[in-house]
């Protein structure tokens, strides 16, 4: 007679997975549970190792990640989320303080793999294909590597000195980037001649284009290249003057960053966007802060034409309203005929999103991610051609996002290690514990952290980093209002209502996915282990029908081979 055997499953919490509300948790797959419960505990170390097995950039992430984790923690649903990102980057900045190093996870293989294109999604797969035991070589055409990471995004929201961690981190995985490499038609051919697999990560680098008079105009320029300037230290050629006035055309990170660096360097920047701030695809509840620092915004203005002013550039703009929401699920901005307004600046930088430039893969191709198909390459190397990150997305509309090109990276090393011949496990389709599964009489209410910022007075004529860190008693604190949604953290509640069907284990409980530590004994499973199975706060235990014998019961429990025979 099969018998009702209660499960410890691992679920998996809204933070990692889409929530009923369409909200998507961590596209990186950070094991979010578990780093936040290891940080509880204070054991740093391994909170980290939990969060490197998905995220090489996860310092960065922890300061500059949109944080999709956050909006979909159930949390949000009791009282506030978790600080789920501010935690990320403690842990992570303490695990590079310790000089902790990577994991290996596969033997060497005599396999090579070229990436072209060191931004994050190229810099992640290298990460992920070296660990594995692949010799991995990375080409990238600038003379410094990380790609939006060190061109893009500013020193104030993400420090050299911390990329520089994240990189060493990378690089000792047995990764070599080769800098100044300029990849061409002709060097395409021979990467796809000389080595076993060709990644193309080569983001969206083709500037956008308004379409409108003027844009071509001395003065007017892209906003990448802007900030590339700005942040490679080309302050001379960059030129900027004090007083200077500034439009900056769009809604996005880029033009979000043209402005707070045009502050810094004592320009007056004007904002200028077609929607309003809730519909900016970038840092939601910043307009404020970068109001006080001086930003000033235009917004439901849609640029006409720019025509030259004697010094000057003058941008005429047509006036906008909001209507119905569009495609990209924001109100669309609509034109308010007759009503249009003029500005004078004496630079302006079109931040309006840029589009991948594939042009070296050859004339004929087809992106169907993770491969593409080179056409104008013989049978054999278009075989081993994949792409990743913004290249392979388009990222229209400044819709990219680092954590995205990082989840993109791991389904693309998936497809090349399956293609080279290994057996990849993929995830099991596991259940979600939403908040109505929770058991939430067991948590109290309390609040979330206040993150001390750089006084806005402080943040003129530098690029110190705005966003101050947390300490260690703070982050414990912080991280135990963690539901731990879905998975054991042997709180033994279940144990406190199994009336004597429940043993302990006497082992360590460990971070690892499989881990156990309770254990029911099946002859004295009875209707009290259907109220243990209530009791869990967390969702982590269910009753199935499924298993008949200790073994299915321990397969379901997600147990590994290896526990299995050293059990049996
Ligand atoms: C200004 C700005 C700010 C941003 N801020 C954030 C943020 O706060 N949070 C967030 O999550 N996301 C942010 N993003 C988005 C994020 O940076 C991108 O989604 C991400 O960098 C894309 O990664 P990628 O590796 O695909 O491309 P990239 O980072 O663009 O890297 C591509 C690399 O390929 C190289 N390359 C191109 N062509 C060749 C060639 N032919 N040969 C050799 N090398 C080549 C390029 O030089 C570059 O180094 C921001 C983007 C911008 C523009
Ligand atoms: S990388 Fe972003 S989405 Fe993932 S856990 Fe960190 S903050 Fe959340
Ligand atoms: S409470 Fe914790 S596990 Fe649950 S959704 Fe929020 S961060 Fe994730």
């Not at 080769?178 to 395409?188: D, M, Q, R, V």
Request: with cysteine; glycine share 8%.
């Amino acid at each position: 007679m099969k018998k009702l055997l209660p499960l410890y499953i691992n679920r998996l919490s809204p933070c990692y997975s889409r929530d009923h509300l369409g909200n998507h948790g961590c596209y990186a797959r950070n094991d979010i549970p578990r780093f936040l419960h290891l940080t509880a505990l204070g054991r740093f170390d391994e909170a980290f190792y939990v969060l490197k097995e998905t995220n090489p950039f996860s310092s960065g992430c922890g300061r500059f990640c949109d944080h999709p984790c956050e909006t979909a923690c159930n949390r949000t649903k009791f009282d506030q989320p978790v600080d789920i990102k501010a935690l990320e980057r403690f842990v992570s900045d303490a695990g590079y303080e310790k000089g902790l190093n990577p994991v290996m996870t596969g033997e060497p293989k005599d396999k090579k793999i070229a990436i072209v294109g060191s931004g994050p999604a190229g810099l992640s797969s290298a990460y992920f294909l070296a660990r594995c035991g692949y010799r991995v070589e990375v080409f990238e055409k600038h003379e410094v590597a990380g790609g939006l990471l060190t061109e893009g995004i500013p020193a104030y929201r993400y420090p050299r000195e911390v990329f520089e961690k994240e990189l060493a981190f990378i690089k000792e995985t047995g990764v070599t980037i080769h800098t100044c490499a300029n990849i061409n038609k002709e060097s395409f051919k021979d990467l796809a001649g000389n080595y076993d697999a060709v990644i193309v990560a080569t983001g969206a680098h083709k500037p956008g284009e308004l379409g409108i008079e003027g844009e071509q105009l001395e003065g007017v320029e892209n906003g990448i290249a802007f900030l590339k300037k700005v942040n490679l230290g080309q302050l001379d050629k960059l030129g900027i003057k004090k007083g200077e006035k500034i439009g900056v055309i769009g809604g996005g990170y880029t033009a979000m960053d043209v402005v707070r660096c045009a502050v810094r360097l004592g320009a007056e920047p004007t904002m200028v966007y077609r929607r309003t701030s809730a519909e900016m695809t970038a840092h939601h509840g910043e307009v404020e802060e970068t109001k006080q620092e001086g930003v000033k915004f235009k917004f439901l203005r849609s640029p006409l034409k720019i025509e030259k002013a004697d010094d000057a550039l003058r941008l005429t703009v047509q006036k906008m309203k909001l209507g119905p929401v569009d495609e990209s699920g924001r109100s669309k901005p609509v034109a308010v005929y007759g009503e249009t307004e003029t500005y004078h600046f004496d630079r302006i930088v079109l931040a309006i999103g840029d589009k991948p430039d594939l042009f070296f893969v050859g004339e004929k191709f087809t992106v169907d991610f993770p491969r593409m198909i080179c056409r104008d390459l013989s049978e054999d190397a278009q075989s081993k051609i994949f792409i990743t990150g913004d290249a392979a997305m388009g990222a229209t509309d400044n819709t990219g996002m680092v954590v995205r090109v990082v989840g993109l990276a791991q389904d693309t090393v998936k497809s090349v290690r399956e293609y080279l011949g290994e057996t990849v496990e993929t995830d099991k389709d596991r259940k979600t514990a939403f908040y109505n599964t929770l058991n939430i009489k067991y948590f109290e209410k309390s609040g979330r952290l206040i993150e001390e910022t750089l006084p806005i007075e402080k943040r003129i004529g530098n690029f110190e980093e705005i966003v101050k860190t947390v300490d260690a008693d703070l982050a414990q604190l912080m991280a135990g209002r963690c539901f731990n949604c879905g998975i054991c953290i042997q709180c033994d509640w279940c144990w406190h209502y199994s009336d004597g069907s429940l043993i302990k284990l006497d082992r360590e409980w460990t971070p690892e996915k499989d881990a156990f530590y309770y254990e029911f004994l099946t002859e004295k499973v009875s209707d009290a282990t259907f109220k243990s199975v209530e009791a869990c706060p967390r969702a982590a235990l269910s009753i199935s029908s499924a298993g008949s014998s200790a073994e299915n019961l321990r397969e379901e429990q997600y147990i590994t081979k290896n526990e299995l025979e050293g059990r049996n």
